[in-house]
């Protein structure tokens, strides 16, 4: 794709949100993340294979265990405790919480309802206590509230589910965070909430992840888009959520080039180089860069991760 051209930093890139699904597939996403200047990323390592991996990258992650929604909501709170326990002696750095809509669906089988739940209280300061940071997922975009999850007494708001979190913040203070997908808030009408947020919780960071749904509605306004980095510059990291779980190359490609033009570039209206699937019925979605200077740059790509993660 020629836009590629207009890729201009030449500094080494932190990738803050990456998966595996699937091992056999990493070689070929670390391969793509290196020729998009990727040298280091965050792994959330779905499944036991921790220690194969180990083996074979020496230094080129560091790793998340993963907690499903359906371990901490299903109550069993001192289970969840004991891996906090462990989490470091097994290799992991950081704790990856996935609370979304859908866990609400088994509603009927599980005690709790929300990552606010007092009874979290103690995993939650487990947590802080071993200053582990956790990077968590607290709602998902704008379209998907539109359409799967249109019956709100089943799933509740997406203005419920950042409530939820902004009340786990207030209960666990000095908790290190990283909230996924510009803390489920990069649509326009909801960026002030975002900068509020920043101001009240100053451990807070977010970070980038999901190509499509930053490309659509950051590039949205550009121009307001990019105010709002500058002026948040050092609470945002890179992160493309990409999974290995494909030998597609063009899967990989595709998000990290869209992920670098959305934040280096000036292009216009450059059509995603991949279906998404919100904006099929409306004409797809388009990538409009924001431009941002080399300094806020290197915050994102690489400094802010090295803050918050302790990078040597
Ligand atoms: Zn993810």
Redesign the pocket.
């Not at 907690?67 to 989490?87: K, P, Q």
């Not at 919780?201 to 888009?225: I, K, Q, Y």
């Not at 990290?256 to 019925?281: H, I, K, M, Q």
């Given at each position: 794709m020629s836009a590629v051209e207009e890729l201009r930093y030449g500094g080494q890139i932190f990738d803050a949100?990456t998966?595996v699904v699937d091992i056999e597939h990493l070689d070929l996403m670390v391969r793509i993340g290196e020729r998009y200047g990727v040298s280091r990323s965050l792994l959330?390592v779905h499944g036991n294979s921790i220690d194969a991996i180990k083996r074979r990258y020496a230094d080129h992650f560091l790793y998340a265990k993963y907690f499903s929604g359906y371990l901490l909501l299903s109550g069993d709170v001192d289970t969840a405790i004991r891996e906090v326990e462990t989490l470091r002696s097994e290799g992991y750095s950081v704790a990856k919480l996935h609370f979304a809509p859908f866990w609400r669906t088994r509603n009927g089988t599980l005690p709790l309802n929300a990552i606010s739940d007092p009874r979290l209280d103690p995993f939650f300061e487990a947590l802080r206590e071993h200053d582990i940071p956790v990077l968590v997922?607290i709602a998902d975009p704008d379209t998907y509230y539109a359409t799967r999850y249109a019956d709100t007494e089943m799933f509740g708001t997406k203005d419920d589910h950042i409530s939820e979190f902004e009340e786990r913040m207030d209960r666990t203070q000095g908790l290190r965070v990283q909230v996924?997908h510009f803390g489920a808030q990069p649509e326009s009408h909801r960026l002030a909430n975002l900068g509020q947020m920043f101001a009240r919780f100053p451990t807070l960071h977010v970070d980038t992840?999901s190509a499509r749904w930053m490309a659509r509605e950051l590039g949205r306004n550009p121009e307001a888009s990019r105010e709002f980095v500058i002026q948040h510059a050092d609470r945002i990291l890179f992160g493309t959520?990409c999974?290995a779980r494909t030998p597609d190359v063009s899967y990989y490609e595709g998000r990290y080039v869209t992920e670098r033009l959305l934040f280096e570039s000036l292009v216009r209206d450059v059509p995603l180089p991949f279906n998404d699937p919100d904006t099929a019925g409306r004409g797809g979605t388009f990538i409009n860069g924001i431009g941002l200077p080399d300094r806020v740059l290197h915050r994102l790509y690489w400094e802010n991760a090295a803050v918050l993660y302790e990078l040597e």
């Amino acid at each position: 794709m020629s836009a590629v051209e207009e890729l201009r930093y030449g500094g080494q890139i932190f990738d803050a949100h990456t998966h595996v699904v699937d091992i056999e597939h990493l070689d070929l996403m670390v391969r793509i993340g290196e020729r998009y200047g990727v040298s280091r990323s965050l792994l959330i390592v779905h499944g036991n294979s921790i220690d194969a991996i180990k083996r074979r990258y020496a230094d080129h992650f560091l790793y998340a265990k993963y907690f499903s929604g359906y371990l901490l909501l299903s109550g069993d709170v001192d289970t969840a405790i004991r891996e906090v326990e462990t989490l470091r002696s097994e290799g992991y750095s950081v704790a990856k919480l996935h609370f979304a809509p859908f866990w609400r669906t088994r509603n009927g089988t599980l005690p709790l309802n929300a990552i606010s739940d007092p009874r979290l209280d103690p995993f939650f300061e487990a947590l802080r206590e071993h200053d582990i940071p956790v990077l968590v997922h607290i709602a998902d975009p704008d379209t998907y509230y539109a359409t799967r999850y249109a019956d709100t007494e089943m799933f509740g708001t997406k203005d419920d589910h950042i409530s939820e979190f902004e009340e786990r913040m207030d209960r666990t203070q000095g908790l290190r965070v990283q909230v996924a997908h510009f803390g489920a808030q990069p649509e326009s009408h909801r960026l002030a909430n975002l900068g509020q947020m920043f101001a009240r919780f100053p451990t807070l960071h977010v970070d980038t992840g999901s190509a499509r749904w930053m490309a659509r509605e950051l590039g949205r306004n550009p121009e307001a888009s990019r105010e709002f980095v500058i002026q948040h510059a050092d609470r945002i990291l890179f992160g493309t959520d990409c999974v290995a779980r494909t030998p597609d190359v063009s899967y990989y490609e595709g998000r990290y080039v869209t992920e670098r033009l959305l934040f280096e570039s000036l292009v216009r209206d450059v059509p995603l180089p991949f279906n998404d699937p919100d904006t099929a019925g409306r004409g797809g979605t388009f990538i409009n860069g924001i431009g941002l200077p080399d300094r806020v740059l290197h915050r994102l790509y690489w400094e802010n991760a090295a803050v918050l993660y302790e990078l040597e």
